[in-house]
């Protein structure tokens, strides 16, 4: 889920700008979504012995069965004071960059496969 979170508004700003096709798109999100639900039942299953989806597992128990506070409950800001930005890790240090416009020198940025 984390790297679908980061991976979406990427894919969508390529969408919008036509940078790749929706369909093919759409099929190879379809295939490696499949391929990688399939990986990882068979790895867990044979960690844990018997057929599981660990994943799909706390899904249902947070979302249809609605027992995500068995989980525990925090205050409103603990989850900004400590879980995201334990979450982030490194990626705080790019996020300051992108706000403070830091950028590379432009005789940097390779174009196309060559050097400007």
């Known amino acids: ?3 679908a979170v980061l991976l979406c508004p990427m894919v969508l700003q390529m969408l919008i ?3 790749i096709p929706f369909i093919s798109s759409f099929l190879m999100g379809l295939v490696t979504t ?3 639900i399939f990986t990882t039942i068979a790895i867990d299953s044979w960690f844990w ?3 599981l989806w660990p994943e799909g597992i706390v899904l249902f128990f947070n979302t249809v069965e609605n027992k995500s506070s ?3 409950v925090m205050s409103f800001h603990w989850y900004f004071s400590n879980a995201l930005p ?3 890790n490194l990626s705080l240090i790019w996020i300051l960059c ?3 416009h ?3 020198p432009s005789n940097t940025i390779i174009t196309n496969g060559q050097h400007p």
Do not use: P, T
Request: overall charge neutral; proline content about 0%; charged content about 25%.
């Open 1 to 3: 889920c984390d790297i």
């Open 17 to 19: 700008a036509g940078e």
């Open 34 to 36: 499949f391929l990688s």
């Open 49 to 51: 012995k018997k057929v």
């Open 70 to 72: 068995e989980w525990g």
């Open 86 to 88: 334990r979450s982030l």
């Open 98 to 100: 992108g706000l403070l």
């Open 102 to 104: 830091f950028q590379y």
